[in-house]
T-cell receptor
Framework: EDQVTQSPEALRLQEGESSSLNCSYTVSGLRGLFWYRQDPGKGPEFLFTLYSAGEEKEKERLKATLTKKESFLHITAPKPEDSATYLCAVGYSWGKLQFGAGTQVVVTP | SAVISQKPSRDICQRGTSLTIQCQVDSQVTMMFWYRQQPGQSLTLIATANQGSEATYESGFVIDKFPISRPNLTFSTLTVSNMSPEDSSIYLC???????????FGQGTRLTVV
């Protein structure tokens, strides 16, 4: 059975304190590993899609990496506006995504 | 990136009634997807809406409870039928652009059933 597990469930950071979020997955026929940011009361905001092991993508203070079993979302020198829930999802069929439970990140000044 | 608009953004409904949620995309897409996000939970796929054919439902979701329409390549509706408090969730539509697996989401419809 396909599974997506995110850790930690919650992360509290001081502004400027870099950290990483983990997404481990088991899926047959990976069609992309997706990262989203979700603010309270809003829909997920697309961040990255990674397709093959060794691939990396960056956007501002965020960097996503992918191995055969897991993906990491690195947050470098976070700011309070980076506070959100970060979701990862695996594509298992065209357009279909299976989501992890998310990591809630709080960045304090 | 595609712009996806959902209506209504939120609603409070009486149990036993039905609500239809609309999803409009600013470009043509082959498939649209409907997800549910229950309170404190992550997203779960409900069904795939294909233009010109019946929707296909994931395990645990049935057409009688969540009928879906897809009249053209930019629009879809999801109806939540005979609602109970357990249906209180955020409902989201997704529309991956053709030939591209970036999956964008609407802002969601927050449904509360009382």
């Amino acid at each position: 059975e396909d599974q997506v597990t995110q850790s930690p469930e919650a992360l509290r950071l001081q502004e400027g304190e870099s950290s990483s979020l983990n997404c481990s997955y088991t899926v047959s026929g990976l069609r992309g590993l997706f990262w989203y940011r979700q603010d309270p009361g809003k829909g997920p905001e697309f961040l990255f899609t990674l397709y093959s092991a060794g691939e990396e993508k960056e956007k501002e203070r965020l960097k996503a990496t992918l191995t055969k079993k897991e993906s990491f979302l690195h947050i470098t020198a976070p700011k309070p506006e980076d506070s959100a829930t970060y979701l990862c999802a695996v594509g298992y069929s065209w357009g279909k995504l299976q989501f992890g439970a998310g990591t809630q990140v709080v960045v304090t000044p | 990136s595609a712009v996806i608009s959902q209506k209504p953004s939120r609603d409070i409904c009486q149990r036993g009634t039905s609500l239809t949620i609309q999803c409009q995309v600013d470009s043509q897409v082959t498939m649209m997807f409907w997800y549910r996000q229950q309170p404190g939970q992550s997203l779960t796929l409900i069904a795939t809406a294909n233009q010109g054919s019946e929707a296909t439902y994931e395990s645990g979701f049935v057409i009688d409870k969540f009928p879906i329409s897809r009249p053209n390549l930019t629009f879809s509706t999801l109806t939540v039928s005979n609602m109970s408090p357990e249906d209180s969730s955020i409902y989201l539509c997704s529309a991956p652009p053709d030939g591209n697996t970036e999956a964008f989401f609407g802002q969601g419809t927050r449904l509360t059933v009382v």
